[in-house]
């Protein structure tokens, strides 16, 4: 089979290696599409501190169930499944409290370990999920991705009568934002670029926001009627973008604010920033328990996505997909790599 492997930063190889067995409790997997992430361009960069090479990238990934080993009973041959990104050891504190995307001993699929980025590969039957047969395999490679929006708004408790803001409406912001109209909240959405806010709206955006040519917070305040939102995502991730959101006007008293990014340069932010409106900071990292329901939301036609993928590249040339991270073009907002 071909393994597309990165041999180090800006290095990659197309090797061809056998094809793997699963062993007990495991199943092979035969990849039909993955998608490609921000964080495959760090990795590739030499940007990720939790990745060493060589490493086959890819954690957004679905396929085909080409053999299961002795005592799988979850799945069987010929079954449509999605991969959870997630390895973790079931035993710690978080495994079991519910927390297991911060497991103690997490390891991440093509990140911390070999991912989807090949032909074929072996998985714990515990980690694979059966999905409905209908679901496009370029759909189905966006489970991953929503989970991570179906996981941040559990994580920020949002409510059908919560009005959120998210700043960024880049692939995860406009998931962020489907998650919530899945709950029935209002939803104002905050970019630079006209056109991602013209695709924000198109899926759903109530109210929209440039905040290159308006005020921010003028234009909160005219859409709550002074009140601010009650929920906030920092789906741009940018030196800043946290202080930002956290701006009197924006979010108003027992706020829940979520940054989804791990921008690591500080900023100026005060105990009376929190405090005086007593607001909740929640982390949020990957998915945890999301991937089934994902999948039955997706297979029940409750997300809008045409349009989430721009750009699909076949397995054999995946050259392409490095070409853009090297020299990245403004209309390729996500990638799909479909398998033949």
């Known amino acids: 089979m071909k393994s597309c492997v990165i041999t180090s930063p800006f290095h990659y190889e197309i090797q061809e290696v056998p094809i793997p067995r699963p062993e007990a409790g495991e199943v092979l997997i035969q990849m039909k599409a993955a998608g490609v992430c921000g964080s ?15 490493l086959v990238p890819g954690h957004e990934n679905v396929g085909v169930v080409a053999k299961v080993g002795a005592s799988v009973t979850r799945v069987k041959e010929g079954d449509h499944v999605v991969v ?61 991705p929503i989970a991570i929006g179906a996981h941040c708004t559990r994580r920020g408790r949002v409510q059908a009568d919560d009005t959120v803001f998210i700043l960024g409406t880049g692939t995860i912001g406009t998931i962020i934002l489907q998650a919530c109209k ?13 056109n991602s806010l013209i695709r924000a709206k198109e899926l759903g955006a109530d109210e929209v926001i440039n905040s290159k040519t308006e005020d921010i917070i003028k234009r909160v305040a005219e859409i709550t009627a002074g009140h601010g939102c009650t929920v906030a995502f920092d789906a741009a991730c940018f030196p800043g973008s946290l202080a930002l959101i956290m701006q009197y006007g924006i979010v108003g008293n027992a706020g829940r604010i979520v940054p989804m990014g791990f921008c690591d340069k500080p900023e100026a932010i005060s105990q009376a920033d929190i405090n005086k409106r007593e607001l909740d900071i929640i982390g949020s990292r990957m998915s945890a328990y999301q991937f089934e329901p994902v999948a039955a939301n997706i297979a029940a036609g409750k997300y809008r996505l045409d349009g989430l993928v721009t750009t699909f590249v076949a397995f054999s040339e995946i050259e392409k997909v490095f070409q853009n991270m090297e020299q990245p073009d403004p209309a390729v907002k996500k990638t799909v790599i479909l398998f033949e």
């Open 40 to 54: 495959d361009l760090h990795i590739y960069r030499g940007e990720n501190p939790c990745s060493s090479y060589p």
């Open 84 to 144: 959870d990104l997630i390895i973790t050891c079931g035993t710690c504190y978080q495994c079991t409290h519910g927390r297991e995307e911060v497991c103690e001993q997490v390891l991440v699929r093509g990140s911390g370990t070999d991912g989807g980025w090949r032909e074929y590969f072996t998985a714990p039957a515990d980690d694979v999920y059966k999905i409905d047969e209908n679901i496009p395999w370029g759909d189905a490679a966006l489970i991953e």
């Open 182 to 194: 899945v709950i029935g909240a209002r939803v104002i959405c905050c970019d630079i670029d006209d």
